[in-house]
């Protein structure tokens, strides 16, 4: 059973306080090594999570772990959890599945809400690199007409409706969904209840520049770019019209950025992020082929020296550098490399200053 420490003692985790107590992460690591130990009590704990957990737990195991526990779920217990959760986090959810079972996939899919069904519809248009595939179609928004009043009604509907999506700012737009202004909270708090949107705006002179906004096919890479340029919180995505699509919100950029550091760390080792996590013969795949290259090298570079065993059996001086010749080599390799891809992913290199850097 899943156990904490506290106060020297062990004692048994009420699976009710789980979501109150433990993030889905920290839930799915115990439950890794409760599937390593015995499956039985794996399944049996995996069945008393509330269903708001779910979801999330399982995108936090691995991809053998996670398509036996996902099978063995019933659909429409599975479709319920999943109305718990955001769209895009839905979406993702769902398109995992289909990477395994494409007819538990379409089956839980046919449980879903009509407005779920084409939320998902809309987000699976987009692939893995667009903003699209990442924004959240819950949000907040208010026309010009409406009062604080009825914004504020407008909210504890919101709250009540997505108890688990963030508010970060109020989108602003007309009556055909064009996006007109992004407004902070606290710049509502110096107007009366019966001011309008229109009056708040024409007195809250710095909303008068155009939002910052992205279209559904921009490249994630210039989202997560914009992310950390502005120090934004959240994003609004539009269409070719302007028309207010979704939003991204920060916590989506930071796991992406968090994902491409460890792919970034792992492919300089000649591994993959994706093979790893899957399963031990998909990761020995990975690494064998960067070991078989790198292999290819030192018999080409020991090829080299044999050429010139006659000059080292009479100096033997060099024998004794070439080690030290080498271990430095391979350290200014490894500084080079780090720096050029540090460069690379925060957007410092192009075709256009390459040259420069090859040449250091």
């Known amino acids: 059973m899943m156990t904490t420490v506290q106060d020297n003692s062990t004692k048994q985790r009420d699976p009710a306080d789980l979501q109150e107590t433990e993030t889905p992460m920290q839930i799915a690591r115990k439950l890794r090594l409760l599937y390593e130990k015995d499956v039985g009590i794996f399944f049996a704990e995996l069945a008393k999570l509330p269903l708001q957990l779910l979801c999330k737990t399982l995108m ?13 779920i019933p659909y429409k217990k599975m479709a319920t959890a999943l109305s718990c959760l955001d769209s895009d986090a839905l979406t993702d ?46 949000m907040l928004t208010a026309e010009l007409s409406d009062t604080l009043a009825h914004l504020k009604e407008k909210i504890r ?26 407004l902070h909270f606290t710049d509502l708090m ?23 906004s992205v279209h559904a096919t921009t490249p994630i890479e210039k989202v997560i770019q914009l992310f950390e340029d502005y120090d934004l919180s959240v994003i609004a995505v539009v269409n070719e019209k302007d028309q207010l699509q979704g939003r991204i919100v920060f916590e989506d950029v930071y796991d992406l950025i ?8 792992l492919k300089m080792a000649g591994a993959n992020n994706a093979a790893e996590e899957e399963s031990f013969t998909s990761a020995r795949q990975a690494r064998l082929r960067w070991l078989f290259i790198n292999l290819a090298a030192l018999c080409i570079a020991a090829f080299i020296v044999s050429l010139y065993k006659d000059t080292i059996e009479h100096l033997v001086a060099l024998a004794v550098l070439m080690p030290i010749v080498a271990a430095l080599g391979g350290n200014v390799g490894n500084q080079a490399v780090t720096v050029t891809v540090r460069k690379l992913a925060l957007g410092q290199i192009d075709w256009q200053n390459a040259f420069p850097v090859i040449k250091r």
């Not at 995992?96 to 494409?102: E, F, G, I, S, T």
């Not at 509907?157 to 992004?182: C, G, M, T, Y």
């Open 258 to 265: 968090r994902l491409q550091e460890q792919n970034q760390a």
């Open 60 to 72: 936090e195991l691995p991809s053998d772990i996670f398509e036996e526990a996902f099978s063995r």
């Open 93 to 138: 959810f769902l398109q995992r599945v289909k990477q395994y079972d494409q007819n538990y996939a379409k089956s839980t899919y046919s449980l879903l809400a009509p407005d779920e069904q084409a939320e998902v519809t809309n987000l699976s248009q987009f692939s893995p690199d667009q903003a699209g595939a990442y924004m959240k179609t819950e």
């Open 190 to 212: 110096l107007f009366d209840d019966h001011d309008s949107m229109q009056k708040i705006m024409s007195k809250a002179t710095i909303h008068h520049l155009k939002p910052i």
């Open 157 to 182: 509907i919101f709250r009540k409706e997505n108890p688990n999506s963030p508010i970060f700012k109020l989108f602003v737009v007309d009556a055909d969904q064009h996006l007109l202004a992004v």
